[in-house]
């Protein structure tokens, strides 16, 4: 059975930071891309950054470029990502999914139509 499990998200005040981890299971971490996304209420869900865990290339949305940063541990399958700086417009439920690859192939993106799976979420709150 396939799961991502996120955890790390909470409070936290603006110019402060978080760091999330994506715990993935029930599939071959290297097949796969690992993305984080947000949906703050009332806005659609977004792509904030994605990485590959066969080669490691990354995608950024510009909202989050030079203050977030994705990595890969895959001797634990898990996916982290580091939020630093945040301001309260980073304030949304954070969710963990991943895209399976094509002989490990890779474009670097994050949209959420490319995702076979999804984790259930974690919120994250930034207060002014």
């Known amino acids: 059975e396939v799961q991502l499990v996120e955890s790390g998200g909470g409070l936290v005040q603006a110019g402060g930071s978080l760091r999330l981890s994506c715990a993935a299971s029930?599939?071959?971490?290297?097949?796969?891309?690992i993305g984080w996304f947000r949906q703050a209420p009332g806005k659609e869900r977004e792509g904030v950054s994605c990485?590959?865990?066969?080669?490691?290339?990354?995608y950024y949305a510009d909202s989050v470029k030079g203050r977030f940063t994705i990595s890969s541990g895959n001797a634990k399958n898990t996916v982290y990502l580091q939020m630093n700086s945040l301001k309260p417009e980073d304030t949304a439920v954070y969710y963990c999914?991943?895209?399976?690859?094509?002989?490990?192939?890779?474009?670097?993106?994050?949209?959420?139509?490319?995702?076979?799976?999804w984790g259930k979420g974690t919120l994250v709150t930034v207060s002014s």
């Open positions: 029930g599939f071959t971490f290297d097949d796969y891309a």
């Open positions: 999914a991943a895209e399976r690859l094509l002989l490990r192939l890779w474009v670097p993106r994050c949209g959420a139509p490319y995702m076979h799976y």
């Open positions: 990485i590959s865990n066969s080669d490691r290339s990354t």
